[in-house]
């Protein structure tokens, strides 16, 4: 049905006009007063002000949405490759919890002790407010001194929120307003959740549940009545109720703080006099740090990594170092960073020892907070039992030394009278007061001099088949230098360079049997520049012999002919392959005297020992938010797949992830090569090794000076490096060889890391070929069988690609192999230089015979040497 519409002559308007007029006959005889009319100018000025005031301060403040999504810095922290928490990268130490996960106990008494009409007032404490200003204007009329604060639980939020600690009516001002809306938009569990994971505590404790293990080294939930109590009376002034500098002036404020729990009904009066007669119990500052300095230059080499990547702060980004709350997996095995630490200070020492006692050359004002300024002084100790201390006063026979603890001791003049290094008389004459020193402790109260050694090292060890890094130390100490030596340090090899060429030497036609002569060798440099002549370790020469021998004994001439037969532009590719250096097509570097840094050389080792396929090293398995979601895998063979998390069954096969590495060298050339290094552990220039009796192999290195010593090796699944030189290279002295020194490291790391590992042997590569040979002269033999106890055993069983084997051939006088030198011949010039003009690679000059079984057969029964 359709309805009527209304005309304007049925629809009657009101009389505005008339309405008007009645109002302002009611208004106009109260405007017509002068005190109305100012007062609502006074109004209306006022209403103004207080809102330009109120948008000045309240611009840039947090809007109710961010309040809402405010999240607050979290430090990250780090695991080992078994999860283990080693490490936390914080500025602010916290751990964040619910507010659930709070006891009701310890919520009662911040309550109690900061704000105990909290859940009765809506931001501000005003009776409170009025009595921090009137104390304000007094103190500021007066020049009293800073006012009591009058500051709410909420508050002091809005305070950290904002990150401003001045001394001013402007910063109350902002406080008070994002007070108000704090209580708007979030409900007082949540304020309250806020407060305590964000008031400072001291001990860099930022929380509640971080300020309970600084203090008493337990989680919140465990805390006693007087522990909650005292934590309490931190917010103020942590400093203030510090409970070592001050005891008595703690235990009075946290017996404060249990009244005020009674008062407020909380706890009974016999718990508050039980909790009064309680000693404060917190533990010395520093016991609760049990992962500060695992993990030391590896920490160091994670930490610099995720700063790349994720930046330091929260303005870098959500997930940054020291604000994003990741949780970090490492490859980092403790066991065997440990042992790796320990074995290369312990090197370093036994090193630098005798050679005098060394001025660190730095110093505190005895004047001032000496123990606060040692503590400060950037000296790492490297020992667990090394400590370092100052030197507060001396004389003829002890000086008296203090800690960073506060504490003293007391250091005999005969336990410093080493000799200065550098001349100058001894150590004790040179002790002065103010001086920083490392001593050693003896006795109860009773130090010994120590010195920081002056050479410098580093140390890596890598997983073979995935490349993850399990231990990595720098050098002494991370806290004294951070210069990590293991992947910054550019140095020399020496002969720990020489598998990578006579791995290329396999790949091109040599072989473990081949003869190379062990005679000078020297190569012109250029049309007007004499001849580039080089020589042995020991300036001698043996004359004709296997490769194998000359990697075992490092041969310096063997393998320069053997570089300069393969050709120097094969091996530099190699080593280009290999990541261990861009290196000039020069004679010397097959020496090593190209420049490279032990974690590129274990890597190249690592993948000989992998056959040759490519593995890359890294420190970090994987990164989580603080959230829990993975935002990076180092494996990332998944995400590439596609279907690894899939729902369910597909009906197809399952999935295979594809192989991480590449195929880089030749593996039976690569194989080769480890099986030869072995024989260097056996009976060549790292015997020293032999007795951790498990397949090892591995390689020493000696530079010129010398001024670098290495030794790079390991097992089937293990390869670590250790090398040792100075910063500023330098002769190390004329005794330093990496088999006597940095092999002596690496076995004391073994020992340890390697002591529960199944002993794995390494497996050969398809295709290769075991022959029974002679281990002097490469021939092959038949009758008798390699004695597996006497790692000298004159037959040895050896690996040869297909086709490179001593095989048979006929001559006049009897059977030998092409390129075989006979007895004497290292000692007749003209047969030395025939077999250098031959090729290397052993083969059958002929295989005719007009009765091979009954050749073969005689020789067989005299046990002949092919």
């Known amino acids: 049905m359709r309805a009527d519409r209304l005309s304007a002559s049925q629809f009657q308007l009101p009389d505005l006009v008339a309405f008007n007029q009645r109002v302002r006959e009611r208004i106009d005889p109260w405007l017509e007063k002068k005190w109305v009319r100012r007062g609502g100018i006074l109004l209306l000025a006022g209403f103004v002000l207080f809102s330009g005031i109120w948008l000045y301060f309240a611009s840039g403040l947090p809007s109710s949405e961010k309040l809402l999504a405010y999240q607050p810095s979290l430090p990250t922290n780090v695991r080992g490759y078994d999860g283990t928490p080693v490490q936390t990268f914080a500025r602010e130490r916290r751990v964040e919890l619910s507010y659930e996960e709070f006891p009701p106990m310890v919520v009662q008494a911040f309550i109690s002790a900061e704000d105990k009409t909290f859940f009765r007032h809506g931001g501000i404490d005003y009776p409170g407010l009025i009595g921090a200003v009137f104390d304000f204007t007094t103190k500021t009329a007066t020049g009293g001194g800073r006012a009591r604060g009058g500051s ?26 994002l007070a108000f809306r704090l209580e708007s938009t979030l409900s007082k569990e949540q304020i309250l959740e806020l407060y305590l994971n964000s008031i400072f505590l001291g001990r860099n404790a930022y929380g509640v549940q971080a300020a309970s293990r600084a ?110 709350g990741l949780w970090v997996r490492t490859s980092m095995n403790p066991v065997m960073q440990d042992a790796a630490a320990n074995a290369l200070r312990e090197g370093l020492a036994r090193f630098d020892g005798g050679r005098g006692w060394r001025d660190l050359e730095l110093s505190v004002d005895l004047n001032g907070d000496w123990a606060a300024q040692l503590d400060r002084a950037a000296v790492g100790t490297g020992f667990a039992d090394w400590k370092k201390a100052v030197v507060l006063s001396k004389d003829s026979a002890e000086a008296r030394i203090g800690f960073t603890n506060g504490s003293t001791g007391s250091l005999p003049r005969s336990v410093a009278d080493l000799p200065k290094r550098g001349g100058g008389g001894t150590a004790f004459d040179n002790l002065r007061p103010g001086m920083i020193i490392i001593v050693k402790q003896l006795g109860a109260s ?97 004359g004709p012999k296997t490769l194998r021998w000359g990697v075992e004994q490092s041969r310096n001439l063997m393998t320069v002919r053997a570089a300069s037969q393969t050709g120097m532009p094969k091996i530099t590719a190699n080593a280009r392959k290999l990541g261990v250096g861009d290196f000039p097509n020069y004679l010397s570097i097959s020496l090593g005297a190209g420049e490279t840094t032990v974690a590129r050389l274990v890597n190249a080792y690592a993948i000989l020992a992998n056959q040759g396929r490519a593995v890359k090293p890294t420190t970090i398995d994987f990164v989580q938010d603080r959230t829990g979601k993975v935002i990076y895998r180092t494996d990332n063979r998944c995400a590439v797949m596609g279907n690894c998390n899939s729902a369910d069954w597909d009906g197809k096969a399952m999935p295979r992830p594809p192989s991480r590495d590449r195929q880089l060298l030749e593996p039976m050339a690569a194989f080769q090569m480890v099986h030869i290094m072995e024989g260097v552990i056996e009976r060549g220039t790292a015997t020293i090794l032999r007795d951790l009796n498990r397949p090892m192999f591995g390689k020493t290195g000696t530079t010129s000076g010398p001024t670098n010593v290495w030794f790079v090796g390991g097992t089937p699944d293990i390869v670590g490096g250790v090398y040792l030189g100075y910063d500023h290279p330098r002769p190390m002295g004329h005794g330093a060889q990496g088999g006597r020194i940095a092999a002596p490291i690496f076995k004391q790391f073994a020992e340890v890391a390697f002591k529960d590992m199944p002993k794995v042997p390494f497996v050969a590569p398809r295709g290769i070929r075991w022959v029974r040979v002679d281990r002097a002269t490469g021939r092959r033999v038949f009758g008798s069988f390699p004695v597996q106890e006497d790692p000298k055993s004159a037959v040895i069983w050896e690996a040869f690609q297909p086709q490179t084997e001593p095989r048979r051939f006929r001559r006049s006088h009897g059977l030998s192999i092409a390129g075989q030198p006979e007895e004497g011949d290292e000692n007749n010039p003209d047969k030395i230089a025939e077999l250098e003009r031959r090729p290397r690679v052993v083969r059958a000059q002929s295989r005719r015979t007009s009765q091979p079984q009954a050749a073969e057969a005689a020789l067989q029964n005299q046990g002949a040497i092919y």
């Open 152 to 177: 709410t639980i909420t508050q002091q939020v809005a305070k950290y929120l904002l990150q401003d600690s001045s001394y001013s009516i402007g910063r109350k001002a902002r406080e008070a307003i």
């Open 446 to 542: 009773s130090y010994a001099l120590r010195s920081i050694p002056e050479v410098g090292g580093g140390f890596l060890v890598e997983e073979v088949r995935t490349g993850r890094v399990l231990a990595m130390q720098g050098g002494f100490d991370v806290v004294g230098s951070s210069y990590n030596r293991a992947t910054q340090a550019m140095r020399q090899p020496g002969s720990a360079f020489k598998p990578i060429v006579y791995e290329t030497a396999l790949e091109n036609g040599l072989s473990p049997a081949s003869i190379i002569v062990d005679a000078p060798f020297c190569t012109s440099q250029g049309p007007g520049l004499p001849q580039k002549c080089f020589v042995n370790f020991d300036r001698k020469y043996a």
């Open 215 to 324: 203090y008493f080294d337990k989680d919140v939930k465990d805390l006693t009545l007087p522990e909650a109590a005292y934590l309490a009376v931190l917010p103020k002034a942590p400093s203030n109720y510090d409970p070592v500098r001050a005891t008595q002036k703690a235990l009075t404020r946290r017996n404060y703080v249990l009244r005020e729990m009674e008062n407020n009904g909380y706890i009974t009066a016999d718990q508050r006099a039980a909790a009064s007669a309680t000693p404060l119990g917190t533990i010395r500052y520093g016991s609760n740090e049990k992962f500060r300095q695992q993990g030391g230059y590896f920490m160091e080499e994670v930490r610099r990594t995720l700063l790349k990547s994720y930046g330091d702060n929260a303005n870098d980004g959500p997930n940054s170092v020291y604000a994003g």
